[in-house]
């Protein structure tokens, strides 16, 4: 049965609209107001105690006075409720005597009455799931995080400075302190541009911050872009120098007279790789990574390795070995009167304590310009779809 004076079920809409407008004005964060209905709620069966008289009282004295400096702000409907908690609530009034105090201590910085641990008291709450509400945090969507930006720089000043970098080093700037200090930089992308095509040792940002430290912010930006700047001309000094002594060893092995196709190619050769082991080693040190792989190049072998002639049974050596193949076209077959094996295609008698290929390389009555190559019995996957490889498709 409903309690007549649970402010909760007496009026669920009009408490959903207080609710809403303490919300709105600030006295209740978003993240407890939900709660509020639990927590004046006079029909639950596992209720918080009641507060004593002289409690009830001094609470409502410190409600009155909180409200009397705001009563010019507050909504119509808000001030309607707080009035009958100062003057009609008893301390007999399980909802009022709640409400009042979670609106005195909320005033006050304290929501302890609208935590979770509090109110549910059925169930046991963990530890971590404690931990993750207080944690957690509303994510916004990159549209949302604009508008808030958008709204922020509104409220600051800015102002176009001309930092003393190339534009294509302005990736290497530490700015970390731009974010420390709340404030939001802004590449101009139209004038870097420019200056990056004519290599012109200026980049223009524009800057949002607080006036106060405007003036702060400009020159650590300045010091940090002359850093870089330092930094990366000192660099590009260092590999022109080393480029510069590569052009002098390779202008002292080579004469005049060296055609200079050949020292270009030269250039790429192996013998020249050598003497970059300085640069190589440079490299690797600069590498993200501090351990270097050395990947072995596996060694290409043929499909046909291993294989042999299927018309002679010469043993594969190279698919254009230069050979001409010759080998009996017929079969064996056995005479019944003499207990012979001959060759079905000449007649001739087998002789069958020499190997295959030597029967068929010395007694041949066919000969071909090619091999008729076959894989290897071991070969596998896509290579021996195509098992037979004809070398005169090659020629």
Known sequence: MESPFCLYHKDKDSFSRIQKELQK????????????????????????????????????????????PLRAYLPKHLLTCLDDCMNSATETDYSYCQFISILVKAKLGDFSMLSRAVLSTNSKISERDLQREISRKKKLTPHQIEIIKNKRKRKMNSVLIKLPVFPGNFTKLQLDFVKESKGYLEPQYNLNNQNFESKKIETWVKVWGDPTNMKTLSERLTEEARAVQKRMDSEWRERRTRNAE??????????????????????????????????????????????????????????????????????????????????????????????????????????????????????????????????????????????????????
């Open 25 to 68: 004005s600030g006295w209740i964060p978003r993240t407890c107001a939900h709660r509020l209905a639990m927590a004046v709620c006079s029909c639950r069966k596992n209720k918080q105690p009641m507060p004593s008289r002289d409690e009830f009282l001094d609470s409502q004295a410190k409600l009155e006075e909180q409200v009397d």
């Open 246 to 395: 590569r052009r002098r060893y390779l202008a002292s092995v080579y004469d005049d007279d060296d055609d200079e196709e050949e020292y270009e190619n030269t250039v790429m050769s192996g013998n020249v790789k050598e003497h970059l082991t300085d640069d190589f080693s440079l490299k690797v040190q600069k590498s993200a990574k501090n351990k270097t792989k050395t990947v072995l190049a596996k060694a290409q072998t043929s499909v046909l390795q291993g294989g042999h002639c299927l018309q002679c049974y010469k043993p594969f050596t190279d698919l254009h070995d230069g050979t001409s193949c010759t080998f009996h076209e017929g079969f064996i077959v056995s005479q019944e009167l003499s207990n012979k094996r001959i060759w079905s295609c000449c007649s001739d008698v087998v002789n069958e304590d020499m190997d295959a290929y030597t029967v068929h390389s010395t007694t041949g009555c066919s000969t071909s310009p090619v091999h008729n190559w076959r894989t290897h019995a071991k070969s596998k996957g896509k290579d021996r779809e195509n098992q037979f490889y004809n070398s005169h498709k090659y020629h």
